[in-house]
């Protein structure tokens, strides 16, 4: 380190790491002190894939080694940007700054990953919109006041909202942007067009724990990246022309891993199941986190408490487990049936119905949905929904299309794809909304009363059951009319 306090970059301090999916890689000792943290080291107990663990065993990596892998990918993207073009002026704390939002993107995500804060909170805390970006920058806040770390002077606002990233409108109310140096938002969490390093790590990091084929090379994506200005006169990253064929395959690797994994019909099921066993707990007021001043507080509660929320991963199944409160059998009884495999049973899959789609308060619309559904037949809780939604990132949209290019013979002038002359064979729809239904019991009678309930339902509604695997549609085959003479 130098007089300044500055870090230089032949530093004994740096680290290497063997890493499965990237190698060997490079960790800067500042870090290094971020990764040497309780917060931090929380994530080795925060499995990525939550409860596709259930479904794929090889899918057993964690929140931590993903994060790493952020950190590296960005360093690696940011640099790169720095020595193909020198007359972008990217500094090295740049450099560093990106690097820490990259390795600090996930210190937010609760238990189970997403079912946490896309299913367990809008439950219990309806309204409230949180959202595990928001506790990234609460935890990372927390952590550099709980561990005295020193930024060396690094813009810490900068670093938080790399983080988030920076969408159009948050570049409409905030002028003070218009100086900074907008297209390093685009590395670790693009609002752009859904292009970041972290889908470059979980895609690779993902299909390879899962066994699932990713033809995305992120790497020769990388090398030809650039950085050139807009229609609107602001610098953005761009990609050369002949790799948009490879970003469509980014995205087809996208919808394929939600289609055979992340929204996979027995994970829906272990993550309903989980939910409820979440929910039961957080109803026991025996059954609390200690937070700041020793504060006892439930599940839900820990959101707001950066203390209480360190203590909080997966290892929760293990307290409930372990609890002998009576307040939790219910939720040791699902713990254990998730364990024995006696899971929540599909009736089937859906479109989404039109006037559902309308509905601000989604919750709300599911619990009226289940309780038509159930009509005189059975008790409505003994249903649960989960939405089935495969896209390319952007819902409806082509994400190609909010991308921008450059050419080999004009490496300064900005592009954009014609949107009659995409690639030959583009998906139909970009998106497929669905809604699949599960039954809680097992035993005949229940199960019975249950698929005739929905079925009945689904007459009415006039809706068909689909026959979806992998996001693909399947019918019977129509037999032929023998041909007369």
Known sequence: MDVTGKWKRNDTNYKVMNDPIHGHIEIHP???????????????????LGAGYYVYPGASHNRFEHSIGVCHLAGEMVSRLKKQQPELDITEDDVLCVKIAGLCHDLGHGPFSHVFDGKFIPLVVPGSGWKHEEASIQMFEHLIEKNNIDLKGLDIDFIKKLITGLSD???????????KKKYLYEIVANKRNSVDVDKFDYFARDSYMLGIKNNFDHHRFMRFCRVIEDENDDLRICIRDKEAENLYEMFHTRKTLHSR??????????????????????????????????????????????????????????????STEPDLQDARVLIDRIQKRQLYKCLGLIRRPHEEK?????KKGEKEMLEEIAGDRLNSKFLRLSRVRYDYGMKQEDPVSHTRFY??????????????????????HFQLDMIRIFCTERDEETMQAAKSAFK???????????????????????????KTQ
């Open 358 to 362: 309308k509905l601000k308060d989604h």
């Open 169 to 179: 409108k948050d570049e409409d109310k905030d002028d003070k942007d218009k100086d």
């Open 30 to 48: 500042l870090c290094m002190k971020i990764i040497d943290t309780p917060e931090f080291q929380r994530l080795r107990y925060l499995k990525q």
């Open 261 to 322: 994994a992340y929204q996979h019909a027995v994970t829906q099921a272990v993550e309903s199941m989980i939910v409820d066993a979440l929910v039961i707990a957080d109803q026991c007021e025996s059954f609390t986190i200690m937070g700041t001043n020793d504060k006892p507080l439930r599940l839900s509660e820990c959101i707001n408490d950066m203390v209480a929320y360190t203590k909080l991963d997966d290892t929760i199944f293990q307290r409930i487990m372990c």
């Open 456 to 482: 009945e339902w689904c007459s009415d509604k006039q809706l068909k059951p689909e026959n979806i695997r992998g996001g693909f549609r399947f019918q019977k085959v129509t037999k032929k009319e023998p």
């Open 407 to 428: 050419s080999k013979d004009e490496p300064n002038e900005c592009l954009e794809l014609c949107p009659e002359q995409g690639p030959q064979m583009l998906p139909r």
